[in-house]
């Protein structure tokens, strides 16, 4: 008898996105702004959350020549304790995601080497390495630890001052670039820009921490076409 378990995949409420990405993600915070949420469910139990979205970067798609339409960033994965590799479960949102999401041709998503993070769920994944970003971009440091971008934080509470949030200012630093083309022009596009894979620092890489699964529903949302719109 086989031992794999049984996955299902759906759109889920803000409610239960917030609940796995506050319990079960080293950031503990659910990123401002439109977003999809797509939640998991093994063998019946909620499980946790794949959110893709615009991220922080308003010119996350410049680089690759086609429009923010067209790209999307991979802004968290929050899973409680599992059975399936998080290599599959992200392998099976981006295919849910990709058909509701027909235009989309490009995911981009970041390993935090400061959390122990080199990206080996991406890398078994087969996604295109492109190096570490820049770093030194300002972004809000909040009393509790969270971190917010300008354009999250404005977002969020409504102002970046950060004498009025009780945060300070620092810098962000570099991290590892992945990028998972959707279709065969755009891998033939992006694939010069590969590099060797960064090795293991840690053993953990899906930025999850274990808890006790929640039951979660699922409700009917918008494409990231749609939603971008707005």
Known sequence: MSSRPELRLDWCTHEAAKYAVENWHYSRSLPAGKSSKIGVWENGKFAGVVIFGRGANMNI?????ITQLECCELV???LTTHIAPVSRILSLAMKFLK???PGLRLIVSYADPEQGHH???YQAGNWIYTGKTKGGTAQLKMANGKIFHKRSAMSKYGTCEAEKLNAVWT???EKHR???PL???MRKRIEPLRKPYPKCVRS???GTIGNQPIRGGATPTRTLQDIAKQ
Do not use: F, H, V
């Open 76 to 78: 968290r994965i929050a």
């Open 178 to 180: 992945y990028l998972m």
């Open 183 to 185: 279709d065969d022009e």
């Open 204 to 206: 953990e890489d899906s």
């Open 61 to 65: 798609a410049k680089p690759y020549n």
């Open 119 to 121: 990206g080996g769920i």
């Open 99 to 101: 058909t509701q999401s």
């Open 171 to 173: 810098a962000n630093k």
